[in-house]
């Protein structure tokens, strides 16, 4: 079966605007998370959604939110964007809400994004 | 705090073993996750530990002990396409059931012929 789908992989911004990036995960897939990667800091938890509702949420400032839908597609959004915003931005997602017991987390391929 | 910490860089050659370790810090255990990452790739699932234990797939085991916080990733019969960063990583669970990786900064694995 398809894997996790992200889209756009490259994109380029200017400071000041905002982004929207978008997950598709795993058929049957409920839970959808979001991950920011840079070489400093690595893999950072940004936030996590379960049937639409945001059931956890990392140490990142209000600018970056999220939202799922009925279909358990997801998407993030940047606002006002800064340099240190450039990244490698992961969605991944697992058939459960409890990230335990076996229930794998599987990353998408990313959307890179390069903040000028 | 939540804390992992793994070496940054190991090298081997290849056919030989390696392991690789990890040790964490966190709250609200739920399972311990390898990752491999390829430059430029996804990081793709390579084993998961809740209980305490070696598990074993294939050349690739792994290992946890929770009261003394530390797991260990042991890779054998290395071969050059093992050349590739090793994420470990804790999930957590906060009291809404909601879930989140803390993730290690990664060790860089050289495989030398």
């Known amino acids: 079966k398809a894997g996790v789908t992200q889209t756009p992989r490259y994109l380029i911004k200017t400071r000041g605007q905002q982004v929207t990036l978008s997950c598709s995960p795993i058929?049957?897939?409920?839970?959808v998370s979001w991950y920011q990667q840079t070489p400093g800091q690595g893999l950072q938890f940004l936030f996590e959604?379960?049937?639409?509702?945001?059931?956890n949420k990392g140490n990142f400032p209000g600018r970056f939110s999220g939202r799922q839908f009925s279909n358990s597609r997801s998407e993030m959004n940047v606002s006002t964007l800064e340099l240190g915003d450039s990244a490698l931005y992961l969605c991944?997602?697992?058939?459960?809400?409890?990230?335990?017991?076996?229930?794998?987390?599987?990353f998408g391929e990313g959307s890179w994004l390069t903040v000028v | 705090g939540q804390n992992i910490d793994q070496p940054t860089e190991m090298t081997a050659t290849e056919g030989a073993i390696v392991q690789i370790n990890c040790t964490y810090q966190?709250?609200?255990?739920?399972?311990l996750f390898w990752y491999q990452q390829h430059a430029g790739e996804a990081p793709t699932f390579l084993s998961y530990?809740?209980?305490?234990g070696l598990e074993e797939k294939g050349r690739f085991s792994s290992f946890l002990s929770r009261s003394k916080g530390y797991s260990y990733l042991l890779l054998k019969e290395l071969q050059m396409k093992d050349s590739a960063s090793y994420l470990c990583?804790?999930?957590?669970?906060?009291?809404?059931?909601?879930?989140?990786?803390?993730f290690g900064k990664g060790t860089t694995l050289s495989v030398s012929s």
């Open positions: 530990n809740v209980l305490d």
């Open positions: 058929s049957g897939h409920r839970s």
């Open positions: 966190t709250s609200g255990f739920n399972g």
């Open positions: 990583a804790v999930s957590t669970r906060n009291g809404q059931a909601g879930t989140a990786l803390i």
């Open positions: 991944a997602s697992s058939s459960s809400s409890t990230g335990g017991a076996g229930n794998t987390i599987y």
């Open positions: 959604y379960f049937s639409e509702t945001q059931r």
